[in-house]
């Protein structure tokens, strides 16, 4: 079974609009991190957002803002006021364990499969 | 902050060659560093993980012999793609964390590799 689904393979928004970008995931840990990315056609990942299961708000960075309802496990990203440079794929991620963790080293993620979104002017 | 560098940022090489590709964290110390390879229009696939002063560890199917890396200092790490062959054309991308709380992976603007 996938541990993080992405079911849009594709979304158009018009400029200006807000999206939303579904992301369900799969895991029987109670402590785990969900991350959202953007990849531009330039290739580079760049971070956008982090929800820890334990966070008991919503986290928000700027235009980006993450839906997260724990018991449907669901961790959608919200982009409000779209802009033309906001096309590009995004890839919602999930780290498993952490809370506690005092050893070196870090988690590895697991990603979805990614949604393309094109930015309508 | 939290900067990573990966050069070259593209490579053609003939079939046979080996290949370096170096990974730089530039304003922070990583713990760990990952490697990813993505084919087009898919999702990145983890290659290996590794630590400082340690191996890496491969994920299954992952050639240990093909693809080595090497984690010389908390600042940079080295994927050799031994003997290239064209089906080992792909976009290499890796990252690296400091660890913390939320242990939050940044990642370098990743290399284009192309065997003849």
């Known amino acids: 079974a996938q541990k993080i689904t992405q079911t849009q393979p594709g979304m158009f928004v018009q400029e200006k609009e807000a999206v939303t970008l579904d992301c369900t995931y799969d895991?029987?840990?109670?402590?785990?991190?969900l991350f959202w990315y953007k990849q531009p056609s330039s290739g580079e990942m760049i971070f956008l957002i982090y929800q820890g299961s334990y966070d008991e708000q919503n986290a928000t960075e700027g235009r980006y803002s993450l839906n997260f309802q724990k018991a449907r496990k669901s961790a959608n990203l919200v982009i409000s006021a779209s802009q033309l440079g906001d096309s590009a794929m995004y890839f919602c991620a999930m780290r498993e364990g952490r809370r506690g963790y005092s050893g070196a080293g870090s988690y590895q993620l697991t990603f979805g499969k990614g949604t393309k979104l094109s930015v309508i002017p | 902050g939290a900067v990573v560098s990966q050069h070259p940022s593209w490579v053609i090489c003939k079939s046979g060659t080996s290949v370096k590709i170096e990974c730089r964290s530039l304003d922070f110390q990583a713990t760990t560093m990952f490697w990813y390879r993505q084919f087009p229009k898919q999702s990145l696939m983890l290659m290996a993980t590794s630590n400082e002063g340690s191996k890496a560890t491969y994920e299954q199917g992952v050639e240990k012999d093909k693809f080595l890396i090497n984690h010389a200092s908390l600042t940079l790490s080295t994927l050799t793609v031994t003997s290239a062959h064209p089906e080992d054309s792909s976009f290499y991308i890796c990252?690296?964390?400091?660890?913390?709380?939320?242990?939050?992976?940044?990642f370098g603007p990743g290399t284009r590799l192309t065997v003849l």
């Open positions: 895991t029987s840990d109670q402590s785990y991190g």
């Open positions: 990252s690296a964390s400091r660890g913390g709380a939320k242990d939050t992976q940044y």
